[in-house]
Protein backbone atom coordinates (compact mmCIF):
# COMPACT_ATOMS: atom_id res chain seq x y z
CA UNK A 1 0.00 0.00 0.00
CA UNK A 2 2.76 1.98 0.93
CA UNK A 3 4.75 1.52 -2.48
CA UNK A 4 1.42 2.33 -4.36
CA UNK A 5 0.84 5.62 -2.97
CA UNK A 6 4.89 6.60 -3.40
CA UNK A 7 4.74 6.18 -6.97
CA UNK A 8 1.43 8.18 -6.95
CA UNK A 9 2.99 11.11 -4.91
CA UNK A 10 5.62 11.55 -7.14
CA UNK A 11 3.55 11.85 -10.10
CA UNK A 12 0.87 14.16 -8.27
CA UNK A 13 0.60 16.50 -10.77
CA UNK A 14 0.43 14.69 -13.81
CA UNK A 15 -2.62 12.60 -12.27
CA UNK A 16 -4.42 14.92 -10.72
CA UNK A 17 -4.68 16.80 -14.10
CA UNK A 18 -6.00 14.26 -16.16
CA UNK A 19 -8.32 13.30 -13.29
CA UNK A 20 -9.76 17.32 -14.35
CA UNK A 21 -9.35 16.56 -17.55
CA UNK A 22 -11.02 12.80 -17.55
CA UNK A 23 -14.04 14.34 -15.62
CA UNK A 24 -14.90 17.51 -17.37
CA UNK A 25 -14.55 16.05 -20.88
CA UNK A 26 -16.81 13.12 -19.55
CA UNK A 27 -19.57 15.74 -18.75
CA UNK A 28 -19.04 17.80 -21.92
CA UNK A 29 -19.67 14.11 -23.90
CA UNK A 30 -22.76 13.91 -21.65
CA UNK A 31 -24.68 16.87 -22.41
CA UNK A 32 -22.86 17.43 -25.79
CA UNK A 33 -23.88 14.96 -28.27
CA UNK A 34 -20.55 13.27 -30.18
CA UNK A 35 -21.55 14.57 -33.77
CA UNK A 36 -22.51 18.28 -32.65
CA UNK A 37 -19.39 18.26 -30.75
CA UNK A 38 -17.36 17.23 -33.90
CA UNK A 39 -18.85 19.34 -36.27
CA UNK A 40 -18.13 22.67 -33.75
CA UNK A 41 -14.31 21.50 -33.44
CA UNK A 42 -14.24 20.73 -37.15
CA UNK A 43 -14.63 24.62 -37.80
CA UNK A 44 -12.29 25.81 -35.39
CA UNK A 45 -9.22 25.52 -38.21
CA UNK A 46 -6.80 27.44 -39.70
CA UNK A 47 -3.48 27.07 -41.81
CA UNK A 48 -1.43 27.48 -38.73
CA UNK A 49 -2.98 24.81 -37.26
CA UNK A 50 -3.58 22.43 -40.29
CA UNK A 51 0.50 22.54 -39.78
CA UNK A 52 0.73 21.90 -36.20
CA UNK A 53 -1.37 19.42 -35.79
CA UNK A 54 -0.59 17.67 -39.24
CA UNK A 55 3.25 17.25 -37.42
CA UNK A 56 1.85 16.75 -33.62
CA UNK A 57 -0.33 13.86 -34.61
CA UNK A 58 2.85 11.79 -35.36
CA UNK A 59 4.20 11.91 -32.04
CA UNK A 60 1.55 9.51 -30.93
CA UNK A 61 2.97 7.42 -33.31
CA UNK A 62 4.25 4.05 -32.33
CA UNK A 63 6.93 4.37 -34.63
CA UNK A 64 7.90 7.80 -32.12
CA UNK A 65 7.06 5.61 -28.85
CA UNK A 66 9.89 3.03 -30.30
CA UNK A 67 12.45 5.95 -30.66
CA UNK A 68 12.06 7.32 -27.74
CA UNK A 69 12.43 3.72 -25.82
CA UNK A 70 15.68 3.25 -27.66
CA UNK A 71 17.25 6.39 -26.43
CA UNK A 72 16.29 5.71 -23.00
CA UNK A 73 18.36 2.09 -23.49
CA UNK A 74 21.48 5.04 -23.34
CA UNK A 75 20.05 6.09 -20.02
CA UNK A 76 18.22 2.85 -18.00
CA UNK A 77 17.03 -0.09 -19.46
CA UNK A 78 14.20 0.02 -16.73
CA UNK A 79 12.75 2.89 -18.70
CA UNK A 80 13.07 2.05 -21.94
CA UNK A 81 11.36 -1.39 -21.33
CA UNK A 82 8.56 0.84 -19.04
CA UNK A 83 8.06 3.09 -22.46
CA UNK A 84 7.91 0.53 -24.84
CA UNK A 85 5.69 -2.10 -22.32
CA UNK A 86 3.20 0.36 -21.66
CA UNK A 87 2.87 1.52 -25.72
CA UNK A 88 2.38 -1.96 -26.16
CA UNK A 89 0.18 -2.98 -24.00
CA UNK A 90 -2.41 -0.14 -24.13
CA UNK A 91 -2.08 -0.56 -28.21
CA UNK A 92 -2.88 -4.11 -27.70
CA UNK A 93 -6.40 -3.41 -25.87
CA UNK A 94 -7.24 -0.38 -28.09
CA UNK A 95 -6.89 -2.50 -31.61
CA UNK A 96 -9.33 -5.30 -29.33
CA UNK A 97 -11.39 -3.03 -28.75
CA UNK A 98 -11.33 -1.19 -32.08
CA UNK A 99 -11.91 -4.26 -33.85
CA UNK A 100 -14.98 -5.46 -31.37
CA UNK A 101 -17.07 -2.21 -31.91
CA UNK A 102 -15.91 -1.02 -35.76
CA UNK A 103 -17.53 2.09 -35.26
CA UNK A 104 -16.94 4.32 -37.96
CA UNK A 105 -14.60 7.41 -37.93
CA UNK A 106 -15.89 10.92 -38.80
CA UNK A 107 -14.94 11.09 -42.48
CA UNK A 108 -16.94 8.04 -42.88
CA UNK A 109 -19.84 9.35 -39.99
CA UNK A 110 -20.37 12.52 -42.00
CA UNK A 111 -20.73 11.04 -45.40
CA UNK A 112 -23.37 12.75 -47.46
CA UNK A 113 -24.09 15.00 -44.64
CA UNK A 114 -21.41 17.23 -43.87
CA UNK A 115 -18.22 18.68 -45.66
CA UNK A 116 -15.41 18.32 -43.23
CA UNK A 117 -12.72 19.99 -42.93
CA UNK A 118 -9.82 17.70 -43.52
CA UNK A 119 -5.51 18.93 -43.95
CA UNK A 120 -4.24 18.12 -47.53
CA UNK A 121 -2.27 15.13 -47.26
CA UNK A 122 -3.43 13.39 -44.38
CA UNK A 123 -4.60 10.08 -44.99
CA UNK A 124 -8.31 9.79 -44.14
CA UNK A 125 -9.22 6.59 -42.05
CA UNK A 126 -12.72 5.39 -42.19
CA UNK A 127 -13.24 2.86 -39.30
CA UNK A 128 -12.51 0.93 -36.15
CA UNK A 129 -12.73 5.04 -34.77
CA UNK A 130 -13.50 3.89 -31.11
CA UNK A 131 -11.10 3.96 -28.98
CA UNK A 132 -8.00 6.25 -30.08
CA UNK A 133 -4.61 4.42 -30.51
CA UNK A 134 -3.52 7.34 -30.73
CA UNK A 135 -4.31 9.18 -27.58
CA UNK A 136 -3.80 5.78 -25.91
CA UNK A 137 -0.33 6.31 -27.03
CA UNK A 138 0.17 9.47 -26.06
CA UNK A 139 -1.37 9.00 -22.47
CA UNK A 140 1.20 5.97 -21.77
CA UNK A 141 4.47 7.66 -23.26
CA UNK A 142 4.25 11.27 -21.64
CA UNK A 143 2.80 9.45 -18.36
CA UNK A 144 6.29 7.24 -18.26
CA UNK A 145 8.39 10.50 -18.89
CA UNK A 146 6.77 12.10 -16.28
CA UNK A 147 7.50 9.23 -13.92
CA UNK A 148 11.11 9.05 -15.27
CA UNK A 149 11.71 12.45 -15.03
CA UNK A 150 9.90 13.13 -11.81
CA UNK A 151 10.05 17.49 -11.83
CA UNK A 152 6.54 18.97 -11.48
CA UNK A 153 6.86 21.20 -14.45
CA UNK A 154 7.93 18.10 -16.31
CA UNK A 155 4.75 16.44 -15.63
CA UNK A 156 3.00 20.10 -16.39
CA UNK A 157 4.30 19.91 -19.84
CA UNK A 158 3.87 15.94 -20.44
CA UNK A 159 -0.03 16.58 -19.25
CA UNK A 160 -0.25 19.20 -21.76
CA UNK A 161 1.77 17.31 -24.31
CA UNK A 162 -0.93 14.24 -24.18
CA UNK A 163 -3.74 16.62 -24.37
CA UNK A 164 -2.21 17.97 -27.71
CA UNK A 165 -1.06 14.58 -29.52
CA UNK A 166 -5.04 13.49 -28.29
CA UNK A 167 -6.84 16.21 -29.35
CA UNK A 168 -4.96 16.58 -33.10
CA UNK A 169 -6.81 13.27 -33.89
CA UNK A 170 -10.09 15.44 -33.45
CA UNK A 171 -8.46 18.55 -35.33
CA UNK A 172 -7.88 15.58 -38.21
CA UNK A 173 -10.87 14.61 -38.34
CA UNK A 174 -9.59 11.33 -37.12
CA UNK A 175 -11.69 10.52 -34.12
CA UNK A 176 -14.55 11.64 -32.24
CA UNK A 177 -14.27 13.32 -28.96
CA UNK A 178 -15.25 10.48 -27.45
CA UNK A 179 -12.93 7.91 -29.08
CA UNK A 180 -9.66 10.40 -27.52
CA UNK A 181 -11.44 10.21 -23.94
CA UNK A 182 -11.34 6.25 -23.45
CA UNK A 183 -7.93 6.20 -25.34
CA UNK A 184 -6.64 8.32 -22.69
CA UNK A 185 -8.51 6.16 -19.92
CA UNK A 186 -6.53 3.40 -21.34
CA UNK A 187 -2.57 4.42 -21.96
CA UNK A 188 -3.30 6.49 -18.26
CA UNK A 189 -4.67 3.16 -16.34
CA UNK A 190 -2.24 0.58 -18.53
CA UNK A 191 0.69 3.59 -17.85
CA UNK A 192 0.09 3.60 -13.72
CA UNK A 193 -0.51 -0.17 -13.60
CA UNK A 194 2.84 -0.66 -14.91
CA UNK A 195 4.87 1.59 -12.64
CA UNK A 196 3.54 0.72 -10.09
CA UNK A 197 3.76 -2.98 -10.45
CA UNK A 198 6.97 -2.35 -12.01
CA UNK A 199 8.99 -1.47 -8.49
CA UNK A 200 8.65 -4.64 -7.38
CA UNK A 201 11.05 -5.67 -10.01
CA UNK A 202 14.99 -4.62 -8.49
CA UNK A 203 17.25 -6.75 -11.03
CA UNK A 204 20.62 -4.84 -11.28
CA UNK A 205 20.73 -5.64 -14.76
CA UNK A 206 18.04 -3.14 -15.62
CA UNK A 207 19.28 -0.17 -13.61
CA UNK A 208 22.16 -0.04 -16.46
CA UNK A 209 22.22 0.90 -19.80
CA UNK A 210 23.74 0.73 -22.82
CA UNK A 211 26.88 3.48 -22.29
CA UNK A 212 27.82 1.13 -18.71
CA UNK A 213 27.94 -1.73 -20.38
CA UNK A 214 30.33 0.11 -22.89
CA UNK A 215 32.13 1.86 -20.18
CA UNK A 216 32.77 -1.53 -18.22
CA UNK A 217 33.11 -3.34 -21.45
CA UNK A 218 36.30 -0.56 -22.02
CA UNK A 219 37.55 -1.17 -18.39
CA UNK A 220 37.87 -4.77 -18.77
CA UNK A 221 39.61 -4.79 -22.07
CA UNK A 222 41.60 -1.67 -20.91
Not at 45 to 53: A, G, L
Request: glycine share 4%; aromatic share 18%.
Amino acid sequence: MKRSLGHFSKVSVFYTLYVVFFTALAFILLIIPKVESHLWLNRLNSPFFDKFFFYMTELGNGVFVVIIAVFLMFYRYRYAIGVFATFAISEIITQLIKHLTDLPRPIKYFENIANLHVVEGVKMLSSHSFPSGHSASAFALCLSLAIILKNRWWQVFMFILAITIAYSRVYLSQHFLVDIWAGSAIGTLVCAWYWNYEQKFQWNWLDKSLLSRNHTHNKQNY
